[in-house]
């Protein structure tokens, strides 16, 4: 191995610590953000604060006066900067400079302060005034031949208020184009699940972690990127419950973990084990994996009662609330060890090993995440996941259960209240009941198809409700293209980034106010409310100055937008904006289960939608649980050379999605670079590499053949703990040696997580 290859260093600590503590106050330095950022923290996720913009983690009924999680901390003081992209600045830097920024100093510039429009003969942003935005938008939205050739994207921190009247304004408008993030991360979730157990989210509450024997942890990173968890993680694993981890990757936030809230393990250098078994799936290697653990299972259940032991299924729960038993029983009894071995990268003897702790367990929770979802396979996967807790019953008993981990803080929430291209036929019944308009029942389009429209020329406009849209996606090189055709583009947005320099014909930049600032309306100040990923709803009300006094709330955005569009419409738009109340009132009407939703919310904590298979209730059309028939790999290796790699597109420690915080990855042990892959001893030497050296990576079509234009060039390697037939490089950037059109079969989520690649020495 070479030495000292410049920031590549490893990391020997626990994840948490001091290293959190210092990480915490860098950032907040960093921005400017001080004082005012303390008190906000103090808030944060209180009842009486803001719901913390990091992640979708809930929280703990008896919380610390301040859960300190550095992810949050990170994405806090990146809201509240005293930085600022004010018009002055815009008048300083034309887009094609502003184009060579990297991410990262394009969102360091700061908040945007003031409505902008892109002025192509000055090559400028100019400030314009919310008035003149919102009447030219009006007007070029009512000019196109369809309101089918407007996208209306919609990224996961819009509040539930917000995101509703986005829909019911595109629905009113005749659109049902609804891109948005959980396209990119939990759509196979939502059609998994549903299909499954008829519920298209988790069954778990916080609550059942205090009660289950074991936690399965496979395919998500728990230290970067839902750190409060390692908080319920350690109060598993110092009670004595089991947890086990899969994951091609040797995860430190899933190893140990120091609370930075305890003095004794803080002062001590003491950690918690988190991980009692580790098991390095390879990349796409997981349904084979659940396959072999779910045939040694079934063995050892036909042998015990061959023997008279008990048996090791749930028989009765299977013969009650299940459908499709014999068809997997079927499949796994045809399934070949070797095979299975040579997919998951594990043995014959490590998925009994697996199936033999998950027998002893009389209550198991199933944890997962994009390593699940982003595959051909991801809709599978998670079926997978749900066959193997089935089993023996897992599904609607204490502590037991499927926990998906999901991404934005509020992504689950903006589904739950009609972000949906697919809408249920009631819920527009009710819309237009309500309302008294008339909304289309045409299947609408989702991010990759949004994309590909876009790219064909159908979609004249897209609008997006925050995020970056054609960062996220994949493949930039015709993403970015497409982009660039469109007629129009409208961003609601807190911070530039790139997707706002793909410039289309006639572009406007709308700045909105952040979860942690104030929010005042015509009735006074008012709250939002937002679903955590155990499907707890609750308020989140913002305290802090507004960064601009030009800022607008999301909600008034969208009612302003749908007046000028509109202007016949019936919708009270300019009353609902002025009392989120009522939006709220509206919501009710259009979806029961938030019945009683204003009072509910007053409750300390919030309220917990209903979610029926909790109770064993299936919302499936057969009223059962569906066990659910899954293919072997999430690649088809049959056309692929024999030295292929699965490469996983990775999060740093120090980004937010395509929001790049810093360079650090600290518990991979990289400081100040990006430009690395990350590839298993042995992968290294059967290719004469060390650490250090310098490689070009290269995708590979279905049949084989090198993707044309899809490449990595000059990337660094780091030999890391992971599974062989793996590498690992970075997102935003990898996304070049992605496909478009390699999506989940059944979601259409991108196969962010399994491209075939072939590395060469630079
Ligand atoms: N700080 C921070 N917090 C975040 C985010 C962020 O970017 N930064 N993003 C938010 C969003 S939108 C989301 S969706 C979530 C994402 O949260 P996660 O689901 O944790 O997502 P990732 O970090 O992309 O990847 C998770 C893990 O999958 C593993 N993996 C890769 N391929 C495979 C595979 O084939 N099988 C298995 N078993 N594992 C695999 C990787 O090694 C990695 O540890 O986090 C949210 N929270
Ligand atoms: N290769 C690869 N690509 C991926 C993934 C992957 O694992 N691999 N993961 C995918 C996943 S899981 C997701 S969810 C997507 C993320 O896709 P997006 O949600 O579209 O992207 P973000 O990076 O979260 O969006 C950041 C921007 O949101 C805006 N913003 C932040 N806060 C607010 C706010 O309060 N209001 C408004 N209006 N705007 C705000 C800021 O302008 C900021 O620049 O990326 C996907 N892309
Ligand atoms: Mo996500």
């Known amino acids: 191995m070479k030495k000292g290859v410049a920031g590549i260093n490893g990391y020997q600590g626990p994840a948490g610590g001091w290293g959190a503590v210092k990480a915490v106050t860098a950032s907040v330095f960093s921005q400017r953000a001080v004082a005012r950022d303390i008190i906000a923290m103090f808030k944060m996720n209180q009842v009486s604060g803001f719901d913390c913009p990091g992640c979708a983690w809930p929280d703990p009924g008896h919380r610390a006066p301040m859960e300190l999680c550095e992810n949050g901390v990170k994405a806090v003081s990146w809201e509240t900067t005293s930085k600022k992209a004010s018009p002055e600045f815009f008048s300083r830097h034309p ?32 400030a314009v005034e919310w008035d003149v935005a919102f009447r030219e938008i009006g007007e070029r939205l009512r000019s196109y031949d369809s309101p089918e050739q407007v996208e209306f994207y919609t990224s996961g921190r819009t509040s539930n208020e917000a995101a509703f009247l986005y829909q019911l304004f595109a629905r009113e408008y005749g659109s049902n184009n609804f891109p948005d993030c959980s396209n990119m991360c939990h759509g196979p979730t939502s059609v998994g699940l549903t299909r499954a157990i008829g519920l298209g989210k988790g069954t778990v509450a916080l609550d059942d972690f205090e009660r289950c024997d074991l936690v399965i942890c496979i395919g998500h990173n728990p230290g970067t990127n839902h750190p409060r968890m390692l908080t319920t993680l350690r109060e598993v694993a110092k009670r004595g419950g089991k947890i086990i981890s899969i994951n091609p990757l040797a995860e430190r936030g899933l190893e140990r973990f120091s609370f930075p809230q305890s003095p004794k393990e803080m002062f001590s250098g003491q950690a918690t084990t988190l991980s009692s078994r580790y098991y390095q799936v390879k990349m796409g290697g997981d349904s084979a994996l659940l396959k072999g653990i779910m ?91 749900v066959n193997l807790l089935l089993l023996k019953g897992n599904i609607g008993k204490p502590g037991a259960g499927i926990c998906p981990l999901r991404g934005h803080s509020n992504v689950q929430g903006d589904r739950s209240v009609g972000i949906n291209e697919a809408a249920p036929d009631d819920f527009l019944q009710r819309l237009e009941d309500r309302f008294a308009i008339k909304v289309s029942r045409q299947h609408g389009r989702s991010s990759v198809e949004s994309i590909r429209a876009i790219e064909r020329g159908d979609a004249r406009a897209l609008i997006c409700m925050g995020g970056n ?61 937002v679903e955590d990923a155990m499907s707890m709803v609750h308020a989140s009300c913002g305290g802090l100055k507004p960064a601009s006094r030009w800022l607008k709330s999301e909600p008034a955005i969208v009612a302003e937008m749908a007046r000028a569009t509109l202007p016949h419409s019936p919708v009270n738009w300019e009353e609902m904006s002025g009392n989120y109340a009522l939006i709220r009132e509206a919501i009710e009407a259009a979806i029961p289960a938030f019945a009683g939703y204003n009072a509910r919310i007053a409750e300390p904590g919030g309220f917990r939608m209903d979610t029926p298979a909790s109770r064993r ?63 298993s001893e042995t992968e290294a030497r059967s290719r004469g590499l060390v650490q250090g050296d310098v490689v070009n990576v290269q995708a590979l079509e279905d049949n084989g053949q090198p993707a044309e234009g899809r490449e990595m060039r000059g990337l660094t390697v780091v030999i890391y703990s992971m599974a062989a037939g793996s590498i690992g490089a970075y997102l935003p950037e990898a996304n070049v040696l992605l496909s478009l059109d390699a999506v989940d079969a059944e979601s259409l989520t991108p196969a962010y997580k399994s491209v075939p690649v072939v590395i ?3």
């Open 95 to 126: 887009v094609s400079t502003l184009w060579r920024y990297s991410d990262y100093e394009l969102e360091n510039v700061g908040r945007l302060t003031h409505p902008m429009k892109y002025e192509a003969a000055t090559d400028r942003w100019q």
């Open 295 to 385: 045939k040694a299972l079934i063995e050892m259940d036909e042998a015990r009662i061959l023997l008279d032991q008990p048996s090791c299924l749930d028989h009765a729960f299977i013969a009650e609330h299940t459908a499709g038993y014999s068809a997997l029983y079927e499949d796994l009894r045809q399934c070949k060890w070797a095979e299975l071995e040579k997919e998951s990268g594990l043995t014959h003897g490590q998925m009994e090993d697996l199936a033999d702790s998950y027998s002893k367990s009389r209550a198991t929770i199933v944890c997962y995440g994009l390593g699940i979802t982003q595959h051909k396979n991801g809709t599978e996967n998670v079926q997978q996941l």
């Open 469 to 529: 849209l054609a960062v996220a996606m994949p493949e930039p090189q015709r993403t970015f293209a497409a982009m660039k055709t469109l007629d129009m583009q409208v961003h609601i947005a807190t911070k530039l980034n790139r997707s706002h320099l793909l410039l289309a014909k006639h572009n406007y930049l709308l700045p909105a106010l952040g979860r942690t600032e104030r929010d005042l309306q015509a009735t006074g100040i008012q709250s939002v409310t």
């Open 617 to 679: 209730e299936w919302h499936t059309p057969n009223g059962k649980a569906n066990f659910v028939v899954g293919r072997l790999a999430a690649v088809d290796r049959l056309h692929q050379p024999s030295d292929a790699l699965i490469l996983a597109s990775l999060r740093s420690h120090d980004q937010y999605n395509t929001t790049i915080y810093g360079m650090d990855d600290r518990y991979r042990g990289i400081t100040g670079r990006r430009d690395v892959v990350f590839l």
């Open 760 to 762: 060469t020495r630079a």
